[in-house]
Nanobody, 120 residues
Framework: QVELVESGGGLVQAGGSLRLSCAAS????????MGWYRQGPGKLRELVAS???????MYADSVKGRFTISRDNAKNTVYLQMNSLRPEDTAVYYC??????????????WGQGTQVTVSS
């Protein structure tokens, strides 16, 4: 069993910054891709950013140049630094982690979600 614990959400004014963290623990042999998704009010969940084991990243067009995803493999943790926040970034943010167990089976795990609210 794997547990993901997210932290760092909150209320911020437009133009401000927040840093989200997601730490994985439990039956982990290795972690492949890690990513952040978000779901705004009345919207579908969308991919915000992802990062591979080797550090390759990809971003949604709407956050390029403002958000930065990173990971600490020793801590099984993924981060999302969010700068120049806009009201349209308001959403519940979820981390997703692809975990490989000791039998080399891969499972996807989701965090519990953390609310980010950007006021105008």
């Amino acid at each position: 069993q794997v547990e993901l614990v997210e932290s760092g959400g909150g209320l911020v004014q437009a133009g401000g910054s927040l840093r989200l963290s997601c730490a994985a623990s439990g039956s982990i042999f290795s972690i492949n891709a890690m990513g952040w998704y978000r779901q705004g009010p009345g919207k579908l969940r969308e991919l915000v950013a992802s990062i591979t084991t080797g550090g390759s990243t990809m971003y949604a067009d709407s956050v390029k140049g403002r958000f930065t995803i990173s990971r600490d493999n020793a801590k099984n943790t993924v981060y999302l630094q969010m700068n120049s926040l806009r009201p349209e970034d308001t959403a519940v943010y979820y981390c997703k982690v692809d975990v490989r167990d000791r039998l080399l089976r891969t499972f996807n795990y989701w965090g519990q979600g953390t609310q980010v609210t950007v006021s105008s």
